[in-house]
């Protein structure tokens, strides 16, 4: 889910100006947590896209973790879900966060095999929805 895509030009800025507060722990909605907003560029273009969250509270240990990514469609299968949560990683690590959930559909496939191949262990299934944990960060 992108949710800047279709934005106006106006709309980006102030959905940049919301994000850079969300960072810094500034203005959060209810059961919100700060979180950092972090983007793949290549060759001048955006693939991707990824959000840590700098801890968890307990909604996101239930769903959601501490990261989220995504890829562009046209830009999928060439390796860059891999790079953007090995990168994401390394920004956890300076956060000092030293270990990851994430989680995601089970039949996410292409996403479960992402975090597996940056070190991501299952801890369990429930409901349809897998954990993931990045350990020794």
């Keep these: 889910h992108n949710s800047a895509k279709g934005l106006t030009f106006s709309e980006f800025k102030r959905y940049l100006k919301t994000n850079k507060w ?77 270990e990851l959930l994430l989680t995601v559909d089970e039949d996410n496939i292409p996403s479960r095999k992402v975090i597996e191949a940056n070190g991501g262990e299952l801890d369990k299934i429930n409901n349809g929805e897998c954990y993931y944990w990045i350990k020794n960060i």
């Design 22 to 98: 969300m960072s810094e722990g500034k203005e959060l909605k209810e059961g919100y947590v700060p979180q950092t907003i972090y983007w793949l560029w290549v060759d001048d273009k955006p693939v991707g896209m990824a959000k840590l969250r700098h801890y968890l509270n307990d909604a996101l240990r239930e769903k959601g973790g501490h990261a989220a990514y995504a890829v562009r469609k046209s830009e999928r299968n060439k390796g860059y879900g891999k790079l953007i949560l090995k990168k994401l990683i390394k920004k956890a690590k300076e956060k000092g966060i030293k």
